[in-house]
């Protein structure tokens, strides 16, 4: 059975930095593509970031480019997000999602509804 387990969310001040992991028992992790998404509160889920299964092609938000890394371990299945200078409007519930197919456009993986499974997220708050 597959699960995505988010962590690494706090409370930060802006400028701050936090990194988020997701593990992924179960998933056959190194030919995933995994992304992460984010939803704040009155408001739709929004792509942030993904990352091919070898780590080859990497896509950011126009929003977060810059300030946030993603980056995977395949031995360790687990995803990470880096980010940095982090603003109050970055605070939202962050999820990782993975979608098993290996080659399509850029465009495919910044759907969330392409994706196969989701983690729980993971909440960001960031204060002023």
């Known amino acids: 059975q597959v699960q995505l387990v988010e962590s690494g969310g706090g409370l930060v001040q802006a400028g701050g930095s936090l990194r988020l992991s997701c593990s992924a028992p179960g998933l056959t992790f190194s030919t995933a593509t995994m992304g992460w998404f984010r939803q704040a509160p009155g408001k739709e889920r929004e792509f942030v970031a993904f990352?091919?299964?070898?780590?080859?092609?990497?896509y950011y938000a126009d929003s977060i480019k810059g300030r946030f890394t993603i980056s995977r371990d395949n031995a360790k299945n687990t995803l990470y997000l880096q980010m940095n200078s982090l603003k109050p409007h970055d605070t939202a519930a962050y999820y990782c999602a993975a979608q098993k197919t290996m080659y399509r456009s850029t465009a495919y993986y910044t759907r969330g509804q392409e994706y196969d499974y989701w983690g729980q997220g993971t909440q960001v708050t960031v204060s002023s």
């Open positions: 990352i091919t299964w070898s780590g080859s092609r990497l």
